[in-house]
């Protein structure tokens, strides 16, 4: 059972299902479909939101255990100047599709099309990281190189929705990130009192973390990523799972190990939240969107990671020519951040429904990333 179990984890059933699931349902009964999803049922929060702002601080919580582990000595990124690279590829990675997207609605697109320039800029990163684990095995450095590119590249995604997509009724706020900062030290004041149970650097540092996010109008799934690397941890990294070195017994390894599963198997509910958009709108918005995620972000993140190690800031070990394109194109899974983003850049239904099937589109990028990795026979790290 616990075999069928991780084999399920490692191939991303319960997110393919989601997305399968929102796309037929969806299709199929719309009215239906977006009834149940903003239908309110707890305390008057709808699925939308309790997985969105919710459930999400989880994942980016794990996603932030990786990166942490990642910057211990022994870890891919360290020492800090192997971080340098990745953060050099996320300046590629929206640089380069909003030079596509911008350059092809110049050629074959419309005037009016240029207010989607931000679509390609973000990944998703809950579908890239999975995508990029099945394609390399989670141990492979290249997942943590791709890991962290895609948070710095969502916060630069949020950054954008936040200058150049502003909502009038809702404007960002930063005088509430104060409360962020507040959950930070309280988290720094735990490690400092040797607080071994995670609970407190959650509900203490996270909640006030996510109260700050939220009250700010920024995405509060975030909440987590200020506050996990406060968690203790040992002093040199020798694993990037808990199954992997049941040693490690640290506060940070007990979160991964207690939440992993819940995430793994939640992003069902992720899916179904998030994928559910109707196939009767294509058109130039779509070409625009799914080029400039595709070939904007893989040229982008190849061109500027190479770049960088030219400039002597080195790509982790066992990454190369070949894995950083692969990077590239995992990276280019737009898909729930692009949709987010092309509801915000067109108001117009038949653009904004144009745009949001190319964000869809770009998962395709998955199917690509793992073809491509067997045809170039990337080896694989369980």
């Known amino acids: 059972m616990r075999k069928r179990i991780n084999l399920l984890r490692e191939f991303s059933v319960p997110l393919i299902a989601g997305v399968i699931t929102a796309l037929v349902w969806a299709n199929l ?3 239906e479909y977006h009834s149940f999803i903003n239908q309110p049922f707890l305390g008057g929060l709808n699925l939308h939101f309790v997985v969105n702002e919710l459930f999400m601080v989880l994942f980016f919580g794990i996603a932030a255990v990786e990166i942490t582990q990642s910057c211990l000595p022994g870890g891919d990124l360290n020492p800090p ?48 990281w999975l995508v990029a684990r099945l394609v ?41 990130l104060f409360l962020t900062v507040v959950g930070i030290v309280i988290a720094y004041i735990l490690r400092g009192a040797k607080t071994k149970s995670y609970w407190p650097y959650v509900l203490l540092g996270g909640g006030l973390s996510w109260t700050g996010l939220f009250m700010a109008h920024l995405h509060p799934a975030l ?24 040693r490690d017994t640290s506060t940070l390894a007990r979160f991964e190990h207690d939440w992993k599963i819940v995430v793994d198997f939640g992003l069902f509910l992720f899916g179904l939240a998030n994928a559910g958009v109707g196939f009767s709108s294509m058109g130039t918005a779509t070409w625009l969107v799914l080029t400039a995620l595709l070939v904007g972000k893989t040229v982008g993140i190849f061109a500027l990671g190479s770049l960088g190690q030219i ?7 066992r990454v190369g020519t070949k894995e950083l394109v692969l990077t590239g194109l995992v990276a280019g899974t737009g898909l729930t951040v692009a949709l987010f983003v092309a509801g915000v850049a067109f108001v117009e239904p038949d653009i904004q429904g144009s745009a949001k099937m190319g964000a869809l589109l770009s998962g395709g990028a998955a199917l690509l990333a793992v073809v491509l990795g067997r045809v170039l026979n990337v080896r694989r790290i369980p």
């Open 136 to 176: 390399f095995g989670a141990g492979h450095p290249a997942v943590s190189f791709l890991l962290l590119l895609a948070v710095a590249d969502d916060a630069i995604g949020l950054a954008i929705i936040a200058v150049f997509y502003p909502d009038p009724s809702h404007p960002t706020e930063p005088m509430w």
């Open 223 to 246: 909440a987590l990523v200020f506050i996990i690397p406060f968690l203790p941890h040992p002093p040199k990294e020798t694993a990037h799972l808990f199954e992997d070195d049941p």
């Open 81 to 128: 100047r192997k971080a340098i690279n990745p953060l050099l590829s996320t300046l590629g990675g929206v640089i380069g599709p909003v030079a596509v997207y911008l350059g092809l609605n110049a050629i074959i697109g419309d005037p009016a099309l240029t207010r989607g320039w931000g679509i390609p800029t973000a990944t998703d990163i809950a579908l890239a």
């Open 29 to 31: 009964n719309p009215q």
């Open 311 to 317: 400039l002597g800031f080195p790509l982790p070990d």
